[in-house]
């Protein structure tokens, strides 16, 4: 028998194949263009989007998935997440993060990956309260991986990085756990940009 932490631990790992490490959010494009240039930089970059951008709204995603009560709702809300997809390639990641995560976790097909992991939580009843602050160091730590390929970051200072987004992330979490589709909104213009520009950036290594 296996307890809920050792289910949540192992979706939201980095073996898990959700392939999250194929996307840098734009991220690689902003360095590219010397937008994001060190340590201080990449951390004013998350804090932005998860204060005000894609992070926050794709865990907001994910607590209102696990709540669904009816197959039109979770129609309508799956809609609503792929509208909120500021272009094609973010479009795309969220379809392919949601299959690769359904196959592996025998979950239902055809579901961007904040819903299919909602849905899968509350299938598997998971205490969202405890998946939501979870859900949002991975994405982060994803972010981060990315830029130790991008930029000048040893092990240490990337380690330092997280742990220091510790105490926002549960900040954020908070929030999100008591909004709802009216709180979805994104600020974050430099970063929607970049996910844009992404999509003609010659010689890219990441898929947005």
């Known amino acids: 028998m296996y307890s809920q932490n050792q289910l949540m631990f192992q979706w939201l ?5 959700t392939g999250s490490f194929n996307f840098s959010q734009g991220l690689e494009y902003a360095v590219s263009q010397s937008m994001v240039k060190n340590a201080t ?3 004013e970059w998350i804090e932005n989007n998860l204060e005000y951008g894609y992070l926050r709204n794709d865990a907001i995603f994910l607590n209102l998935a696990f709540h669904i009560r009816t197959k039109d709702d979770l129609e309508d809300l799956t809609q609503l997440c792929l509208a909120f997809s500021c272009s094609a390639l973010k479009l795309n990641e969220q379809v392919l993060m949601g299959d690769n995560f359904a196959k592996a ?5 055809g579901l961007p990956y904040p819903i299919a ?3 899968a939580a509350k299938k598997h009843k998971l205490k969202i309260e405890d998946l939501v602050p979870l859900f949002l160091q991975s994405n982060i730590s994803n972010l981060i991986a990315a830029a130790q390929r991008l930029l000048p970051l040893g092990h240490k200072k990337s380690t330092n990085i997280l742990k220091d987004l510790f ?3 549960n900040e954020i ?3 999100v756990l008591v909004s709802g589709e009216k709180d979805l909104f994104s600020s974050c213009y430099l970063a929607d ?3 844009l520009l992404h999509e003609e950036f010659q010689g890219k290594i990441f898929k947005s």
Not at 13 to 17: E, M, N, Q, V
Not at 105 to 109: E, W
């Open 41 to 43: 930089d990449l951390v």
């Open 13 to 17: 790992s980095p073996s898990f194949p």
């Open 173 to 175: 979490s908070k929030i």
């Open 193 to 195: 940009t970049c996910t």
């Open 105 to 109: 976790s025998d979950t239902q097909l």
């Open 117 to 119: 992991l909602g849905t």
């Open 167 to 169: 105490e926002k992330i």
